[in-house]
């Protein structure tokens, strides 16, 4: 066994004096947790309440916390608890430090000394963006605007040369999750980068709240009939019709970028969209969703060089989930619990329907010119995808691809096959990403 187990020793003058000190609340929080660190999810399940069990029993709690570790890493200690004052439940609050972050568990417990409620909250950091050295503050300006359809209206930034009028314009569409304009991933922006860098050599840039974070508790009432064309490709259409009413903008040059899950969906952006000139796509898929996750599944969780019992379990519920995806059982019907990512079933079937190098087949021609880039280092997205596109479009002339050796998925330098603890080191998307970017839309002209 490979588990780092936390051992908290209590030394008592007496058996009475532990047995008092063991109903203690917060030494049953710590006990849970350690229960949960260990992954004995049907003890854990046990120290609940009748609606915690409903919530979170042994099955559910497992995959809840092996998602955890998935995206944080394992837990190496816990906290001394912290209580919280409430007047019907005991509530601890307890931070979890993992191989790769630091989670606040909130724990609560009711008079009968169960396990009544348990959520994480991930630490916020506070960052300080520093421009990369390729940004000139001195050659733009950046103004607060709004555009999207009545009732999902959306808060943006439009960053404009300073020099000259009827500029280029590129649109920044997010990757996947609730993002904000800048695409920020812990201390990094992305987006900011690229529009800050793309607005230093003459081109203008719009980027925008993504509908998912400004609108998430409205999302959360309406997560039933949710999808990818809601969460992405609706308010790209609705940004190059705002685009094209900019008296700044030249209408004839404006393009889309999409990082991520909006480069996987760009060509439903193309279908949809009338009045873009140009598509870029950085580390697209091409691969269905679920192929995508099984990948990243196997990646970060092999990436200590060996398995645990626990996660080739884990690993084997995602393959589980996809089957379920594939098979005929699958309905618009079936319960988000059951399904991959927990993701509603309206979300899955459109995706399952979805495919973006036929649907980018049919909708070439709307747009003149396609830029395809990939880092090499990226896990989320790789080589493989980045080789469909080629192999699709490679002798289309309207289409130009780069591959850059030492990018990841967020196009900053790394050493070596990128991880997920690379997000939360400082980094810039690269120079020559910009530079290329600049270069590709000037020779569009």
Do not use: C
Request: overall charge neutral; glycine content about 4%.
């Amino acid at each position: 066994m490979k588990k780092i187990l936390l051992f908290i020793a209590f030394v008592l003058a007496s058996s009475f004096a532990f047995a008092l000190q063991e109903k203690q609340p917060e030494n049953i929080a710590i006990e849970y947790l350690n229960l949960l660190k260990a992954e004995k999810f049907d003890e854990a399940a046990k120290m609940s309440d009748t609606n915690m069990v409903k919530l979170l029993g042994a099955e559910k709690l497992r995959e809840f916390w092996l998602s955890l570790k998935v995206k944080y890493g394992k837990v190496n200690t816990l906290s001394k608890p912290e209580q919280i004052k409430s007047n019907e439940f005991f509530i601890y609050s307890i931070i979890l430090y993992t191989d790769k972050d630091s989670l606040n568990a909130r724990i609560s417990i009711n008079k009968k000394m169960e396990i009544a409620g348990l959520f994480f909250i991930p630490i916020k950091k506070n960052y300080d963006y520093s421009m990369p050295d390729y940004v000139d503050t001195t050659k733009f300006v950046q103004k607060n605007v709004e555009f999207g359809e009545i009732g999902w209206q959306l808060p943006a930034t439009l960053t404009l040369p300073k020099n000259g009028t009827k500029f280029p314009l590129v649109i920044l569409v997010h990757g996947s999750g609730p993002h904000d304009r800048d695409e920020t991933i812990g201390p990094n922006k992305p987006f900011r980068d690229i529009a800050l860098g793309l607005a230093t050599n003459g081109i203008a840039v719009l980027r925008y709240e993504k509908r998912t974070k400004y609108y998430q508790s409205r999302i959360g009432k309406e997560y039933n009939n949710f999808t990818i064309e809601k969460e992405t490709v609706d308010d790209a259409v609705e940004a190059v019709k705002y685009a094209t009413t900019l008296q700044e903008i030249d209408p004839k040059q404006i393009y889309v970028l999409g990082h991520s899950q909006g480069g996987y969906m760009m060509p439903k952006i193309i279908e949809k969209s009338e009045g873009f000139k140009g598509s870029i796509l950085l580390a697209g898929s091409a691969r269905p969703l679920y192929e995508l996750i099984l990948d990243q599944y196997n990646y970060i969780l092999k990436s200590d060089g060996s398995l645990e019992f626990s996660e080739i379990q884990e690993i084997k519920k995602v393959e589980q989930q996809i089957a379920y995806l594939k098979s005929e059982s699958f309905s618009e019907n079936s319960p988000t619990d059951s399904l991959l990512l927990r993701l509603p079933a309206k979300y899955w079937a459109y995706l399952l329907e979805y495919n973006p190098l036929k649907i980018m087949k049919e909708n070439k021609k709307k747009v003149e010119k396609t830029l395809i880039l990939q880092g090499e280092t990226d896990y989320q997205v790789t080589i493989d995808d980045y080789k469909l596109w080629q192999d699709a479009f490679g002798n289309d002339k309207s289409f130009s691809f780069k591959l850059y050796p030492k990018l990841s998925h967020l196009f900053a330098e790394t050493e070596g096959k990128s991880k997920p603890s690379d997000y939360d080191k400082k980094s810039y998307v690269n120079k020559q990403v910009i530079i290329d970017i600049v270069e590709w839309i000037k020779n569009s002209k």
